[in-house]
C-alpha cells in the first residue's frame, strides 16, 4: 500500500478504535465517571505534544548526528520525568488516586519519543500503523475486560496506561536505538529553543480541547465534563473519517509543480465542501436520532446539544483546509501558526464568559473563535497564495445546498427518520450538482 495510505491508517488507529471503546464504555460508566476521567486525562493530553511533536519532529528536522539524538533525549526523558512527578503531586494532594497512576505516561512518552522521530524519519509508517493498531486492539480488550467486570473509571485508566507502556516498549523495540553517551547538560540547553518552537506550535494547535475539558470539568461539574467529552470524541471520530483522508490526499498534490495550482485549490475545497457540508448538516438535523442508536437516552439527551453547537467549528475547519495544506506546501507555515495561536486565544477569551452557563455555550463559543479567526486568516491566506475571493466559489454549490435542505426539512411535516435522510442527501446533491462550476466535480 501506499504511504498516504498507511498513514491514513495510522491516524485512523489511533482515533477510531480510541472512539469506539469509549463509546462502549459510556453503556457501563455514570456520566460523572466519564466527567471525572476526561478532567483528569485532560492535562496529561495536553503535555503529550511535548514528546509526540516537539521532541519527535525535531528528530526529524535536526538529522540523525548521534550528538543531537542524545540530547533530545535527555531533554525529552527529562521533561517527562518533571511532568510525571508533578501530575503525582497533585494527584496526592487532590487524594486522586487515579491521577497518581496516569502520571506515569508522561515519562513513558519522554522514553519513545526520540525513537518514534527516527521512524517517523524514516518513514516506515506501516511500521508505525501496525504498532498502533497492536496496542490500541490490545489496550481496548484489556479496558472492555475491566468494565465487564465492573472496574469502572479504572478501565478507561488501564487502557491510557497499556496504551502507553505497549506504544513505547514497542516503538524501542521497533527503532533499535539508545543513546551512545549520556550529553551534556550545556548541549541539551542549546537544544532547548528550537523544541519549545515546535512544541509551542503544536500546542497551539492541539491545547483548546484539553484546556476546554479540564475548564469545564472544574467549573461546571464532573457530568457536565462528561457530556462535553462524549460530544468531542465524536466530533474527532467525525473529522477522522471525512477531513483526515482528504488531508492526506491534498498535501502531496498541492505540493507538486503545476500551472494549475489555482484549480487545484479550488478542486480540494469543492471536494471537501461537498462532503463536509453533508455531514454537518446532518449533525445538525439528525444528531439525536443517530446518537441514540449508540447511546443511552439519558446520555444523548446531554451530548448531543453539544455536538450540534460544534457544527460551526467542524464546517470553518474543514473548509479551511486546503487553504492550510496549500500554505503548508508553500512553506508558509508562518502564518499557520499564527491562525492557531490566535484560535487559542480567541476561543479562550469567548470560552470564559461561557463557562458561567452551560457546555453547549463553552461549544458554541468555540464555533464562534472558529468562524471569527477563520475569517481573518482568510484574508490573509488569498495574497500569500495569489488568491482572490472569486477562487472560493467551489464552496458556494453545497454550502447553499446545505442551508437549503436544513431548511426543508425543519419545516416538513415529520416523517420517519431514514425518509427524513434518504430525501435530504438526495436533495442536497442535486442542488449541489445543479449550481456547481462546471469544472469542479463532487468527491
Known amino acids: 500500500m501506499s504511504t498516504q495510505v498507511w498513514s491514513f491508517l495510522l491516524q485512523w488507529s489511533r482515533v477510531g478504535i480510541n472512539a469506539a471503546l469509549f463509546l462502549i464504555a459510556t453503556h457501563f460508566l455514570t456520566l460523572s465517571e466519564i466527567g471525572l476521567f476526561a478532567t483528569l486525562f485532560a492535562p496529561i493530553r495536553l503535555s503529550q505534544g511535548l514528546h509526540r511533536a516537539g521532541i519527535a519532529e525535531c528528530v526529524i528536522i535536526l538529522g540523525k548526528s548521534p550528538r543531537r539524538l542524545d540530547g533530545l533525549f535527555f531533554l525529552s526523558v527529562a521533561s517527562g520525568l518533571c511532568l510525571s512527578v508533578i501530575f503525582a503531586s497533585v494527584g496526592i494532594l487532590t487524594a486522586q488516586p487515579a491521577m497518581c497512576t496516569l502520571a506515569i505516561i508522561p515519562l513513558l512518552n519522554g522514553l519513545a519519543a526520540v525513537p518514534d522521530g527516527l521512524l517517523r524519519k524514516s518513514l516506515r509508517l506501516k511500521a508505525l500503523a501496525l504498532r498502533t493498531g497492536a496496542v490500541q486492539i490490545s489496550a481496548a ?23 502507553a507502556i505497549g506504544t513505547c516498549l514497542l516503538t524501542i523495540w521497533l527503532a533499535r536505538w539508545c543513546p551512545s553517551k549520556l550529553p551534556s547538560a550545556r548541549h541539551a540547553v542549546q537544544l532547548l529553543p528550537k523544541v519549545a518552537q515546535i512544541s509551542g506550535r503544536d500546542l497551539a494547535g492541539a491545547a483548546q480541547f484539553p484546556l476546554a475539558q479540564l475548564a469545564i470539568g472544574l467549573t461546571l461539574g464532573l457530568s457536565a465534563a462528561g457530556a462535553f467529552q462524549i460530544a468531542t470524541r465524536i466530533y474527532t471520530l467525525i473529522d477522522a473519517l471525512a477531513v483526515s483522508p482528504l488531508r492526506f490526499i491534498a498535501l502531496p498534490q498541492l505540493a507538486r509543480k ?53 457544527a460551526g467549528l467542524g464546517l470553518s475547519s474543514a473548509l479551511i483546509m486546503p487553504i492550510n495544506q496549500a500554505l503548508t506546501a508553500r512553506s508558509h507555515t508562518d502564518l499557520v501558526l499564527h491562525r492557531a495561536v490566535a484560535m487559542l486565544c480567541i476561543g479562550t477569551a469567548l470560552l470564559l464568559p461561557a463557562l458561567l452557563y452551560t457546555p453547549i455555550a ?42 437549503i435542505v436544513v431548511l426543508t426539512v425543519l419545516l416538513t411535516p415529520t416523517l ?23 469544472q469542479m466535480r463532487p468527491a
Open 141 to 163: 480488550v484489556l479496558a472492555l475486560t475491566l468494565l465487564i467486570d465492573g472496574a469502572g473509571v479504572w478501565a478507561l485508566v488501564a487502557f491510557a496506561l497499556a496504551n
Open 258 to 310: 503545476t500551472s494549475q495550482k489555482h484549480l487545484d485549490i479550488s478542486m480540494h475545497l469543492s471536494r471537501v465542501a461537498w462532503l463536509s457540508a453533508w455531514i454537518w448538516a446532518g449533525v445538525l438535523l439528525f444528531a439525536p436520532d443517530l446518537m441514540h442508536l449508540m447511546l443511552s437516552a439519558e446520555y444523548t439527551k446531554a451530548a448531543a446539544p453539544i455536538l450540534r453547537a460544534f
Open 416 to 438: 420517519p427518520l431514514l425518509a427524513q435522510m434518504i430525501c435530504g442527501t438526495f436533495l442536497y446533491f442535486g442542488i449541489a450538482t445543479l449550481l456547481r462550476d462546471p
Open 362 to 403: 463553552c461549544a458554541l463559543a468555540l464555533s464562534c473563535a472558529a468562524l471569527l479567526v477563520n475569517t481573518w486568516y482568510i484574508n490573509r491566506a488569498l495574497p500569500r497564495l495569489g488568491l482572490t475571493t472569486s477562487h472560493l466559489s467551489a464552496a458556494a454549490p453545497p454550502l447553499i445546498a446545505a442551508v
